[in-house]
């Protein structure tokens, strides 16, 4: 796969980062894809150490393995990391929606309220619908004033976003309508601030997506131990 090339940038490490950090999100690179220095760098049409920089930012990312004496590649996808990245989001979320219980105001209520009225409407895109969903929970971290938990969330919906993208795409469009329900919940928690049910629904609203995704996964793992066996 090759890569447009930059063209107006503010920065040649940031555009390059952006640039291979969107193709690994959307399939352009695949799990354990080797990521040549020299063939990026051609591609985007700059030099080798803005491309040398991209990939240790997207490293520390965990988008990219990098080992001495055999370069860069994408970072594999195990069934693993979805239970992994599920109870993360479980954690931070918990620690983040508590705490908004207590410092979130009125106003931002009214505001998260306004936001999840506009996510029903997007029950039939799950691509803008999953952009929203990642504000909606990023939104009640940064108002909760937890800065520890938002970072560690912010790169665990990251790899949600691409776990979701390569194997889970049929039963996340499944599962929008009953998100949605969950997210009013999560709502009505917090304007009763109700530290305790919103812990509840939350819990419940990872477990529940976990045990969907775990499933399907379950069924291509076996699907392809079938294959490898015939």
């Known amino acids: 796969m090759s890569l447009a090339p930059l063209k107006t940038f503010a920065s040649k490490k940031d555009a390059v980062y952006d640039s291979i950090r969107a193709a690994i999100f959307h399939g352009s690179f695949q799990p354990g894809e080797r990521l040549v220095i020299d063939t990026l760098a051609k591609d985007l049409g700059v030099s080798a150490i803005p491309v040398r920089e991209a990939l240790q930012l997207l490293q520390a990312d965990g988008l990219v393995n990098i080992k001495p004496h055999a370069g860069a590649t994408v970072t594999d996808i195990h069934p693993d990391t979805v239970y992994e990245v599920f109870k ?20 931002d209520i009214a505001e998260l309220e306004f936001l999840i009225k506009e996510m029903d409407e997007l029950t039939d895109d799950p691509e803008r619908w999953s952009a929203e969903n990642a504000r909606l929970h990023q939104f009640i971290c940064d108002r909760s004033g937890t800065r520890l938990a938002g970072e560690v969330m912010i790169k665990t919906l990251d790899q949600w976003n691409r776990i979701r993208y390569y194997y889970l795409e049929s039963v996340f469009a499944t599962r929008l309508e009953r998100a949605q329900k969950q997210h009013w919940a999560i ?25 969907d995704y775990q499933k399907l996964l379950g069924s291509l793992v076996s699907n392809a131990e079938k294959l490898s066996d015939a």
């Open 187 to 211: 709502l009505k928690a917090l304007k009763k601030r109700d530290a305790d049910k919103v812990e509840k629904v939350i819990s419940k609203h990872n477990r529940t997506a976990l045990a």
């Open 88 to 107: 993360l989001l479980e954690t931070t979320e918990i620690i983040s929606s508590r705490a908004a219980c207590e410092r979130m105001s009125d106003d």
